[in-house]
């Protein structure tokens, strides 16, 4: 009898400790298809069923388990923040976060579209020439789950030469669209030096929310170490005016309860340029 309890007992720890492991998982709750649908999207990609993303979601949260020094969602709990800016440039809401970034003087990570750099690098030679970090974010927005691995290599590798054109380095750092990406994809990215950043706050700003909105949406998940995902470009008829106008309260509020911005780059103490080992700020006088 006692023999059975103590049986049980340790078999209640055991699934305790499970339950604990689980919801400590890096990311519990993988970012996919909060992004912005695309007006280059392909038509294929849209819409995933429940049950196809529910299963990429898990795979997607096996990879944040098998390599997480190439997937990132997060930086060390230190009350430290990145703002991560999605598909720009675009010539309606870049320039307007750019203007807010600079006066308040907060540097952002921006994920740049390749085809979209091609059509206006002036706004991409702007966020490097103002320090911020320029990150791949594919060359026409397609997800890549759904793409052969040579067009996801492709997708990469024209981005980065374009991106390179205008601002002289590779980026280390990709964010796939959707935040959504294979092993094998992964695998490939690890071998080339790449770091696949995706984020744990989702701002939802893609909705055309109001500025309330974006901040309740920010502001209720944002902690240490937070990568927070917002854009400063759109499809057509995309509505980024709650997002611009909640920025420079998001960045007090932040502030005033100690925290400081960082770039992706500088959080995770790597280069945001293939071509250099070390960290930005490092570099930096
Ligand atoms: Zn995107």
Same mark, same amino acid.
């Given at each position: 009898?006692?023999?059975?309890?103590?049986?049980?007992?340790?078999?209640?720890?055991?699934?305790?400790?499970?339950?604990?492991?689980?919801?400590?998982?890096?990311?519990?709750?993988?970012?996919?298809?909060?992004?912005?649908?695309?007006?280059?999207?392909?038509?294929?990609?849209?819409?995933?069923?429940?049950?196809?993303?529910?299963?990429?979601?898990?795979?997607?949260?096996?990879?944040?388990?098998?390599?997480?020094?190439?997937?990132?969602?997060?930086?060390?709990?230190?009350?430290?923040?990145?703002?991560?800016?999605?598909?720009?440039?675009?010539?309606?809401?870049?320039?307007?976060?750019?203007?807010?970034?600079?006066?308040?003087?907060?540097?952002?990570?921006?994920?740049?579209?390749?085809?979209?750099?091609?059509?206006?690098?002036?706004?991409?030679?702007?966020?490097?020439?103002?320090?911020?970090?320029?990150?791949?974010?594919?060359?026409?927005?397609?997800?890549?789950?759904?793409?052969?691995?040579?067009?996801?290599?492709?997708?990469?590798?024209?981005?980065?030469?374009?991106?390179?054109?205008?601002?002289?380095?590779?980026?280390?750092? &990709?964010?796939?669209?959707? +935040?959504?990406?294979?092993? @094998?994809? *992964? %695998?490939?990215?690890?071998?080339?030096?790449?770091?696949? #950043?995706?984020?744990?706050?989702?701002?939802?700003?893609?909705?055309?929310?109001?500025?309330?909105?974006?901040?309740?949406?920010?502001?209720?998940?944002?902690?240490?170490?937070?990568? &927070?995902?917002?854009?400063? +470009?759109?499809?057509?008829? @995309?509505? *980024? %005016?709650?997002?611009?106008?909640?920025?420079?309260?998001? #960045?007090?509020?932040?502030?005033?309860?100690?925290?400081?911005?960082?770039?992706?780059?500088?959080?995770?103490?790597?280069?945001?340029?293939?071509?250099?080992?070390?960290?930005?700020?490092?570099?930096?006088?």
């Amino acid at each position: 009898m006692l023999k059975r309890l103590l049986i049980c007992i340790v078999l209640l720890f055991s699934m305790c400790e499970v339950t604990f492991a689980l919801s400590i998982l890096p990311n519990s709750s993988p970012p996919l298809s909060p992004e912005q649908p695309d007006t280059s999207v392909p038509a294929n990609s849209a819409g995933v069923k429940p049950s196809a993303r529910d299963k990429q979601i898990s795979s997607l949260a096996q990879l944040y388990h098998k390599y997480p020094e190439t997937i990132k969602t997060r930086g060390e709990r230190i009350k430290q923040i990145a703002l991560t800016f999605d598909d720009a440039p675009d010539s309606r809401f870049t320039a307007q976060v750019l203007d807010v970034l600079d006066k308040h003087h907060v540097k952002a990570t921006f994920f740049v579209i390749g085809e979209r750099a091609k059509k206006h690098p002036e706004l991409v030679a702007r966020m490097n020439r103002e320090g911020h970090s320029i990150g791949n974010h594919s060359y026409n927005h397609p997800q890549f789950s759904k793409i052969s691995f040579d067009s996801f290599q492709d997708q990469i590798l024209k981005t980065e030469q374009i991106i390179h054109q205008i601002v002289g380095y590779s980026p280390r750092l &990709i964010r796939p669209p959707y +935040g959504d990406i294979t092993e @094998s994809q *992964l %695998k490939w990215a690890k071998a080339h030096g790449y770091k696949i #950043i995706n984020w744990n706050v989702d701002s939802l700003d893609w909705k055309g929310l109001s500025k309330e909105e974006v901040k309740k949406n920010i502001l209720s998940s944002v902690g240490p170490g937070s990568i &927070i995902l917002q854009h400063a +470009g759109g499809g057509e008829g @995309s509505d *980024l %005016k709650g997002s611009i106008e909640a920025l420079p309260e998001v #960045i007090q509020e932040l502030r005033d309860k100690g925290y400081t911005f960082v770039l992706v780059a500088d959080m995770l103490h790597i280069s945001m340029s293939k071509e250099k080992t070390t960290s930005p700020s490092l570099k930096r006088e």
